[in-house]
């Protein structure tokens, strides 16, 4: 019951295992967990372990993928070194996605079908942050377009904390096989990333406007990874995403 919750979380929750959990840590989450349990509007979810055991959870309709994750990391007594991850998995159509840390799981769980074989996650993810430690490994010299403004003067690594650092974005562009729903076969097209979306042409290695076709606009979709891509998609490689609109 709620009454419960509110007990068991309303001192520092105690540490069974000193060896596992950095005890700097309980009593931080302790005090969120019992801002959580006195929330008017709750709501129980099922969350799934990677060797698929689940746990059912009272948590709060305002709750946070990065507020689950801290949750089950003392309720499973594990080692928080910031790659624990919650995932969203979509068995009907073969594909997940990580969900990043400020996301409402509400507004996750309201995306789902009644009839479909969605679930949450809760795994291991060590390239969650990989992104911000190593951003030159996503953008090689070959896939990013240099403004002509930079005459050589910038190299690569410093054109790139740039973007990081600024408002501004990489143009991004390089060749992928894609499959409309629709189709059974795979294309190779030319495609370009801008902050207004993903593009591919369809003329050769094209930038014109009139040759970028649209595909998706990430600010209202999210990307997911295939799964078993060449078995349930033909696909002609296991690596591969899905922009899910």
């Known amino acids: ?20 959990i950095p005890t700097t840590l309980s009593p931080l989450v302790s005090e969120c967990l019992l801002l959580w349990t006195k929330s008017s509007a709750t709501q129980v979810i099922k969350v799934y372990n990677e060797d698929n055991t689940s746990r059912a959870v009272e948590v709060p309709s305002d709750i946070t993928a990065r507020d689950i994750c801290q949750l089950f990391v003392l309720k499973n007594h594990c080692i928080d070194d910031h790659s624990w991850t919650l995932f969203e998995h979509l068995s009907h159509l073969g594909i997940e996605r990580t969900i990043e840390d400020h996301e409402s799981v509400m507004e996750v769980l309201s995306g789902w079908g009644m009839d479909t074989d969605s679930r949450l996650y809760f795994r291991k993810n060590y390239a969650k942050y990989e992104f911000f430690r190593k951003p030159l490994d996503f953008f090689p010299d070959d896939m990013v377009s240099i403004s002509s403004e930079t005459n050589g003067m910038v190299d690569h690594s410093q054109l790139i904390q740039t973007f990081l650092n600024s408002s501004t974005c990489p143009e991004i562009h390089g060749h992928l096989h894609a499959k409309e729903q629709s189709r059974k076969s795979w294309k190779k097209f030319y495609f370009v990333l801008r902050r207004s979306g993903l593009y591919f042409s369809n003329k050769g290695t094209s930038k014109e406007p009139r040759h970028l076709q649209f595909i998706a606009d990430f600010s209202d979709s999210d990307v997911y990874t295939v799964l078993s891509a060449k078995k349930l998609h033909g696909a002609p490689t296991d690596y591969g995403f899905c922009v899910k609109v």
Do not use: D, W, Y
């Open 1 to 20: 019951s709620n009454k419960e919750g509110e007990e068991s979380f309303s001192s520092p929750v105690p540490n069974p295992f000193p060896e596992l």
